[in-house]
Every structure is written in C-alpha cells, then in structure tokens.
C-alpha cells in the first residue's frame, strides 16, 4: 500500500507558478513511477507529468516546456513545478504511484487531489 498526499494548489493569476508536492508513505517509493493528473470540470482525467523510477520524465504536449516533474526518493517526495500557468491549466491535480512487475500484476494509488484554479 501506498498513501498519497498532494498539496501546494491555489489561485494564481495566469502567467505565475506553483509548485505540486506530493509526499508518499507505506512502500518503497523508489520503485514506483510517479505521475501527475488532472480533472478539468467536465472533462476526463488526463495524464500531465510522469517520472519513471529510473528519472526519465514525459509530458503532454500542453505543459511541456512549462511543467516539469521530479522526485526525491530520500523524501519519498515527487514535485510539479508549473510555470507560465494559463486559465486551462485550472484542475484538480492527482498525483498517481504505478507499479507493474514483471508477472503483470499491476499496483495503482491515487491521493485526494488539488485544486489549481488559474485567473486574473
């Protein structure tokens, strides 16, 4: 089992920042690829940022260049850093643990979500 707990979400003006934190407990958080989601009112839940647990990070096309993920796996911590925010960057924000290993068996963990509203 793996607990989730995202904070650092807010109101902000567009063209600011915030900055995601999303502490983990309960495993070995190293061996999870960590990802960042989002839930727009309306709309499906899309994947934002991911880190994988070797570093290597993707994004969606929307943030990238704007956005970027990390982890500290010392702090069992992974951090969305979000830059040039824009009123359709405005969700909640989901951070995720995945896990698959190598017999398939699958290991999937949400935490309770943040709110990012961007406006002016």
């Known amino acids: 089992q793996v607990q989730l707990v995202e904070s650092g979400g807010g109101l902000v003006q567009p063209g600011g920042s915030l900055r995601l934190s999303c502490a983990a407990s309960g495993s070995i958080f190293s061996i999870y690829a960590m990802n960042w989601y989002r839930q727009a009112p309306g709309k499906q839940r899309e994947l934002v940022a991911g880190i994988s647990s070797g570093g290597s990070t993707n994004y969606a096309d929307s943030v990238k260049g704007r956005f970027t993920i990390s982890r500290d796996n010392t702090k069992n911590t992974v951090i969305l850093q979000m830059n040039s925010l824009k009123p359709e960057d405005t969700a909640v924000y989901y951070c995720?643990?995945?896990?698959?290993?190598?017999?398939?068996?699958?290991?999937?963990?949400w935490g309770q979500g943040t709110q990012v509203t961007v406006s002016s």
């Open positions: 995720n643990a995945f896990r698959r290993t190598v017999f398939g068996v699958t290991y999937d963990y």
